[in-house]
């Protein structure tokens, strides 16, 4: 879909299926405002045309891919997506909710830092909690009675408001052997959690174990031009990294 709050797209293949292409359907609302009114269940996460949603399409041997499968529901938008090869593990960081102070003004202190972004791990039908809870299960203030247990906790929390756009496991030999086989993504939030590209440390099975380390920082110093919102990575055949930046 074009329409709505999040109409761009981000695709990664399957590095051990090269018929299997994963794609993000961003979410049409913030957190399924509907005139006022937050239904539950929201409307536009339902259905087989759903959105928040990241969608896994099979390419037959004409390369063209006539059929798809919806493999997660709850994600708001999935611009970071990234396959660990050894595992077969999808990986996906979320673009949280915004202004959740409107319906909560109690937390007008912290919207600078909530809702975290989140790092989750993606199983064949899963929903990860939008538009309902965020977090490690907490309810939204626009869905108070919700069960977040329902729902699958991120396996990692990130700043919030900090935008991941673009996510690769780093396997080339120019970065020092510690960074071989982990995370790197790109953080293109404006706020001051953003403007940057970090590590997330990765166990053998795909799964983070540690908090991300800033790779590259300082864009957003106020005696330099502005920059660093970085949209996209992909590593060069030498191992380095080259940053799509907006």
């Known amino acids: 879909p074009t329409s709505g709050r999040h109409p761009l797209t981000h695709m990664v293949f399957d590095p051990n ?13 913030d957190v399924c405002e509907q005139g006022g009114v937050f239904p539950f269940p ?6 087989d ?18 059929r798809f499968e919806t493999v997660a529901h709850g994600v708001r938008n999935s611009m970071a997506l990234a396959v660990h090869a050894p595992s077969g593990i999808l990986l996906q ?46 309810a939204s ?31 080339g030999d120019m970065l020092p052997e510690a960074y071989r086989g982990n ?9 001051p959690t953003g403007h940057r590209i970090v590590m997330v440390p990765i166990d053998e099975t795909g799964v983070p174990n540690g908090e991300p380390l800033d790779l590259v920082r300082g864009w957003d110093e ?13 590593v060069a055949s030498d191992g380095s990294i080259y940053v799509a930046d907006d």
């Open 141 to 171: 203030p626009e869905y108070p009675d919700v069960d977040c247990t329902a729902y699958q906790s991120p396996a990692l929390l990130l700043p919030g408001h900090a935008a991941p756009l673009g996510m690769l496991f780093y396997e």
């Open 49 to 66: 045309e759903s959105r928040g949603t990241i969608r896994r399409f099979i390419l037959d041997d004409d390369l063209r891919a006539p």
């Open 93 to 138: 960081a979320e673009n949280s909710r915004d202004s959740i102070d409107k319906r909560a003004p109690e937390l007008a202190d912290l919207e600078a830092e909530l809702p975290h972004e989140e790092l989750n791990l993606i199983a064949p039908g899963q929903h990860s909690g939008w538009p309902y809870c965020y977090d490690n299960g907490v």
């Open 183 to 191: 995370l790197i993504i790109g953080y293109h939030g404006y706020r």
């Open 42 to 47: 929201c409307p536009e996460e339902t259905g």
């Open 17 to 29: 299926d090269a018929s299997s292409l994963y794609d993000n359907v961003g979410s049409h609302t």
């Open 222 to 234: 106020k005696d330099t031009t502005p920059q660093g919102a970085p949209v996209g990575l992909t």
